[in-house]
Nanobody
């Protein structure tokens, strides 16, 4: 499975972005997927995950402001980021499984938030 993230960008505090994670491979629907982020000088952390049957899970940092979803027909995972704050600035990645995940990482997509 290959993963390609997109949708990052620069926004002001309070802004929104929708990230996408497009996957390749013959099997998609059976996997859980997670979104992770890594800010400069910090460890990569789990943000949100979605199970194969569509149940969403969030870390404390993602709860209430982020929304994860999936489109099995498009083999794509989404992460809606709302009310972004400077502390949300990071490179966002997707991966199979959560909260640790397994397998390859994508190249990530950069989110920058200005105050």
């Amino acid at each position: 499975v290959q993963l390609v993230e997109s949708g990052g960008g620069s926004v002001e505090s309070g802004g929104s972005l929708t990230l996408s994670c497009a996957t390749t491979g013959r099997v998609f629907s059976v996997y859980d997927f997670g979104w992770y982020r890594q800010a400069p000088g910090k460890e990569r952390e789990f943000v949100a995950g979605i199970t194969s049957d569509g149940r969403a899970n969030y870390s404390d940092s993602g709860k209430a402001r982020f929304a994860v979803s999936r489109d099995n027909a498009k083999r794509t995972i989404y992460l809606q980021l709302n009310n972004l704050q400077p502390e949300d600035a990071a490179v966002y990645y997707c991966r199979r499984g959560f909260p640790i995940g397994f397998g390859a990482w994508g190249q990530g997509t950069q989110v920058t938030v200005s105050s």
